[in-house]
Nanobody, 123 residues
């Protein structure tokens, strides 16, 4: 059974940065694409970024392009989301998710989810 554990969230001032980590276990990491979603209070969970199995292709929501970078270390079974230039509207719970093969932006396509990590950006 796949397990995902996120870490790295916290409280940061606008303009600050954070790096989220997603530790994968239970299956072969290199069989899965990795994505990050987020959910703000009262809103639906939305796609933030995704990365292909080998890491050669990355995808971003328009709202985070140029500020967020998704990466993965296949030797360590960890996915990352490096966030800079954080804005109050980036506040929410950030979830790591994986699915076999390719990245999609649809929440329903993902097979496994972490418990989430809270990111709060103050103005």
């Amino acid at each position: 059974q796949v397990q995902l554990v996120e870490s790295g969230g916290g409280l940061v001032q606008a303009g600050g940065s954070l790096r989220l980590s997603c530790t994968f276990s239970g299956r072969t990491f290199t069989s899965y694409a990795v994505a990050w979603f987020r959910q703000a209070p009262g809103k639906e969970r939305e796609f933030v970024a995704g990365i292909s199995i080998a890491g050669g292709s990355t995808y971003y929501a328009d709202s985070v392009k140029g500020r967020f970078t998704i990466s993965r270390d296949n030797a360590k079974n960890i996915g990352y989301l490096h966030m800079i230039g954080l804005k109050p509207e980036d506040t929410g719970i950030y979830y790591c998710s994986v699915r076999r093969l390719s990245v999609t932006t649809r929440r329903a396509d993902y097979d496994y989810w972490g418990q989430g990590t809270q990111v709060t950006v103050s103005s």
